[in-house]
């Protein structure tokens, strides 16, 4: 079954996705609200650098890296934090280091912090990592997934196989090889690659490469392990992805285009939500009023669904694009008066969802 309901109960992994400004993150607390609801221990994790899934739950003082149990109705638990990429990849150096002496030499050299602070792609790769930990923590027995906007969500689920490459790369085997050979010390003079790349970014920047490299010695395949259990894990039949957008034609062109780049992976769309929708109240009387005040009203009514239809017929698209199934179940989730900032709100946005 291709619902909402099915899906938050037999999951173990919920993917949020879609484009920016379409409330992806309050869907996927709303989703982890229910969770608790239904009697599971659920745990939302938000990638998104803008940190709206704190004002979603109605946290003040924000989240962390380390989950945070909230205080929520139900036989169940609601869990959230938000991604620090840095923290994340210390943990991960501690966990695949031989000893603590290579894990500190790792995490005290230059060129590490500066990986580990925004290098391209780290932080998606250790967003998947997070959601492998998450998983397999016996805290949890549901972990919801709200991603970065939609190109940047493709990155996230790229990432595993992105990390898998880099260890295969020339360049990574060639500043492995002085380990390799039990050699202590590679001289950059001699490689010319080396010294091209040395020009460019400077000698002290490449040789704290250099030296985090074969600090790395042996670690490469801890790394290539994790990354394979995340694709494992997201190709598997325990994660969902549900795809969020509004009846906007931008969004809805964009959402098209993530189901379609799933299909390509070899995966689908579990649900469809469409977000910010117009209300419907209902079909007009047959004749326009004749007084002023009755007539306005008539006219807006008349307005509103107009634009009700027209979202209809736009979001119509979406559920026949390659990549959502027949069948796929779309939740119709209407515009509030008011941003989401409080636990009730975040009730009345589940409210919609689950009836």
């Not at 484009?19 to 221990?41: D, E, F, N, P, Y």
């Not at 008539?298 to 990549?323: F, I, M, P, S, W």
Request: one cysteine or more; glycine letters at 10%.
């Amino acid at each position: 079954m291709n619902t909402l309901r099915h899906h938050l109960a037999t999951a173990e992994v919920l993917v949020c996705c879609g484009s920016g400004g379409v409330g992806k993150t309050t869907i996927a607390a709303a989703l982890g609200l229910q969770a608790a609801r239904l009697g599971r221990r659920a745990v939302v994790v938000t990638i998104d650098p803008a940190k709206r899934l704190a004002d979603a739950l109605g946290v003040p003082g924000g989240l962390g890296n380390d989950p945070l149990r909230l205080d929520v109705e139900g036989p169940g638990e609601l869990w959230a934090l938000m991604l620090d990429t840095a923290t994340t990849f210390d943990g991960l150096v501690r966990a695949n280091a031989a000893d603590d002496e290579q894990a500190e030499r790792i995490l005290a050299n230059g060129f590490y912090r500066n990986v580990a602070g925004g290098l391209s792609g780290t932080q998606e790769y250790m967003a998947a990592e997070r959601l492998h930990a998450l998983h397999l923590d016996d805290r949890f027995d549901l972990v919801i997934v709200d991603t970065p906007p939609t190109r940047n969500a493709l990155d996230f689920l790229d990432a595993p196989g992105t990390i898998s490459k880099f260890i295969d790369h020339p360049l990574f085997k060639l500043l492995m090889m002085p380990t390799r050979r039990g050699l202590k010390v590679l001289n950059i003079a001699t490689q010319p690659l080396l010294r091209t790349i040395g020009r460019v970014v400077g000698g002290d920047v490449l040789a704290d490469a250099v030296a985090f490299f074969q600090a790395f010695a042996g670690m490469e395949t801890g790394f290539r392990a994790r990354a394979e259990a995340v694709t494992t894990l997201l190709q598997s039949d325990i994660t969902r992805f549900v795809l969020v957008a509004s009846p906007r034609e931008d969004t809805i062109e964009e959402a098209s285009y993530f189901a379609g780049r799933l299909h390509e992976a070899g995966l689908e769309v579990g649900a469809v939500v469409v977000n910010r929708c117009t209300p419907s109240f209902g079909e007009p009387p047959a004749t326009r009023p004749r007084a002023a005040d009755k007539a306005a009203l008539y006219d807006n009514l008349v307005e509103l669904n107009v634009n009700a239809a027209t979202e209809r017929k736009q979001a119509a698209a979406l559920l026949t694009t390659t990549g959502v199934p027949k069948g796929v179940r779309t939740t119709w989730v209407p515009t509030l008066p008011g941003d989401v900032h409080t636990m009730q709100a975040l009730a009345t946005i589940r409210d919609l969802l689950f009836g």
